[in-house]
């Protein structure tokens, strides 16, 4: 996965939940789930947090950024279950659920500290 140039970075590309957050968009892309309402859920959802993040990264006071990754946050455990969801169905593997849960509960775990 690439990093974006040093050069004119965003505030969120010196967030290492950020790329964290990247990491879950990519496996729930790859965990190619079967059913297209939970994939698109999982995939909303992993974009979401994304997005959250950086919108979170760029607002100035405390209690904004904190919003922001709340959403962001919330977005996450959205991704973790709707990929829980598929493989409880058959619509997800194992592995992909075990991978995808992994990325999201370490996002979940980091946006919690900068909520604070």
Known sequence: MSHPSTRSPLPHHSLQV???????LVAVRDANIRDAKLRDEATRAAKS??????EGAARITRADKARAYTVARGEAAEAGAAIEIAALLGAASHD??????????????????LTR
Do not use: G
């Not at 947090?49 to 950086?54: D, E, M």
């Not at 075990?98 to 980091?110: H, P, T």
């Open 49 to 54: 947090t994304c997005l959250n993040i950086a």
């Open 18 to 24: 950020f790329h964290v957050a990247r990491e879950l």
């Open 96 to 113: 992909d659920e075990v991978r995808v849960v992994a990325l999201a509960s370490r996002v979940v775990a980091m946006l919690s500290r």
